[in-house]
């Protein structure tokens, strides 16, 4: 059992940085892949950026490739979604998501939610222009 808790959202203006942290509560996010995914109001959930157990492997979306960074850190038991050059089309709930533990990464699958089997509860983020 894993509980995710994010951290980090709010309001932020257009061309800022934010920076969102993912922590377990209970349990440990060790030899799981990790993601972001966010949401828009009336928008399917899509994927923002994926990470491997050991951090080296990341893949992110196109539409955030070059603004946005996920990275972890192990020792820490944390997860971050560095994002800057934010945009008013950035503004969504941001969900944190913990994978099978031992499942390595795959390009093709981590990219969708059904890869994952543990939720945080969101957090906001609004880009004002």
């Known amino acids: 059992q894993v509980q995710l808790v994010e951290s980090g959202g709010g309001l932020v203006q257009a061309g800022g940085s934010s920076r969102l942290s993912c922590a377990a509560s209970?349990?440990?996010?060790?030899?799981?892949?990790m993601g972001w995914f966010r949401q828009a109001r009336g928008k399917e959930r899509e994927f923002v950026a994926a990470?491997?157990?050991?951090?080296?492997?990341?893949s992110h979306a196109d539409s955030v490739r070059g603004r946005f960074t996920i990275s972890r850190d192990k020792g820490k038991n944390l997860v971050y979604l560095e994002m800057n050059s934010l945009k008013p089309e950035d503004t969504a709930v941001y969900y944190c998501?913990?994978?099978?533990?031992?499942?390595?990464?795959?390009?093709?699958?981590?990219?969708?939610?059904?890869?994952?089997?543990?939720w945080g509860q969101g957090t906001q983020v609004t880009v004002s222009s």
């Open positions: 209970v349990g440990t996010i060790s030899r799981r892949v």
């Open positions: 998501a913990a994978g099978s533990v031992g499942r390595a990464y795959r390009s093709e699958y981590h990219v969708g939610p059904d890869e994952y089997d543990y």
């Open positions: 990470i491997s157990w050991s951090g080296s492997i990341t």
